[in-house]
Structure formats: C-alpha cells, structure tokens
C-alpha cells in the first residue's frame, strides 16, 4: 500500500516563510502552479512567453517598379507559395503601404530590398527605409540602409528593427525607397521572395 502525507498547508520548520496553502482543486492538462504572494497556491495556464514564437508571416513586393517611393503602396501581397511556405498565427494587414499588427508585443521587423540599376554608366544609389509611427500619424525614420553601383548592377539592403507595439490602432510600420537614378529598380516578384517583408513577434509587451 503507498503511503500518504495528506495536508493543507506546506511550511518550513522553525522559518519565518509564510505558509503555503494548497490549491482546493485539481490541475486539468498543461496547468502550472502559481504563488499569489501570500501562500496561496492554484493552478494557472502557461504563460504565453514560454509557448515559444506565436506569430511569424511574410509580405512581399510582386511587382518592379522604378524611381523613388515615400511610401512602398502597391503590389505589396502576404506571402502563401511556393512550395512548402507557413506561417504563424494571425496575419498582419496591410493599406495603402502601411502595416498593422494583429497584437500587441514586442515584435522584429525586418525589410530586404532587391535593388538593380539599368543605368548608363553614371554611379547611383539606392536606398531602403523602415519607418514607424506610435500615434497612427507622424512617421520616424527606425531603420535604414544603402547600396550603390555603376552600370546595370545588382544589390540588396536590408533593415531590422525591434518594435515595441503597445496598440495595434496606432503602432503601424511602412518601407520606403529612395533612387538615384530614374533607371534603377525595386525588384518585386510574385512567385519568389525578391523584395520582402518579414514580421515576427518575440515577445509581449
């Protein structure tokens, strides 16, 4: 026969540690055990932090485009081929170039820009913004960055930014591009992932 300690209370011999009170129920699955502060113990769900990554998804440019942009607008599409793509939880939207986030948290936001010059010979640049607002209205420069060439060359830029979204209704992103030259081109394609947008939530708020 097994032997038993049945008890309320759990407390430490000669300690001045509050006592532990037991919780009255049973867990159900996945429950952990959880301190009030003052003894009282019950059973709670896992925190959503150590549940691992619960939102991740991609947008993509599916169309080329030339000059310069303040805001990226068009042809922007979530991510969902070729073969084998996921993602994870619910999706951020996106209008008129600016994106929404479907939660709040801490979120890293990620841009890579598929640059070509179809130039004559004349140095250019390009560069690609990130910009965020925390009110829905005035944008700021997070991240940025550059590549350069001289005649029909290829680069790529890329920018991360880690954003902390306390509102969905007011935290919102958008990408930018400004060229040097009106040859030179954002790459977009609606089969590959050229010119991309990547979303990824770490962690609450």
Request: glycine share 10%; proline share 2%.
């Amino acid at each position: 026969m097994a032997s038993q300690i049945i008890v309320d209370q759990l407390k430490k011999t000669g300690g001045v540690l509050t006592a532990l009170t037991l919780p009255s129920v049973n867990a159900t699955t996945g429950q952990y055990m959880q301190n009030d502060g003052s003894g009282g113990l019950s059973w709670v769900a896992a925190p959503t932090d150590t549940q691992g990554v619960t939102h991740s998804s991609i947008w993509r440019l599916n169309t080329t485009f030339s000059n310069s942009a303040a805001v990226i607008n068009a042809n922007l599409e979530a991510v969902d081929a070729p073969v084998g793509f996921g993602s994870i939880g619910a999706a951020m939207t996106e209008a008129s170039g600016v994106f929404t986030f479907p939660v709040t948290g801490i979120w890293l936001i990620q841009g890579h820009f598929y640059y070509w010059q179809n130039g004559n010979g004349t140095g250019a640049f390009g560069t690609g913004f990130l910009n965020t607002t925390i009110d829905d209205s005035a944008y700021a420069e997070a991240a940025s960055c550059r590549t350069s060439d001289y005649y029909s060359a290829y680069g790529s830029m890329t920018v991360q930014y880690i954003f902390d979204v306390t509102s969905t209704a007011n935290c919102k992103c958008s990408f930018q591009v400004t060229q040097g030259l009106a040859a030179a081109q954002i790459i977009g394609d609606t089969s590959v992932n050229k010119t991309y947008f990547t979303f990824t939530k770490l962690g609450d708020t």
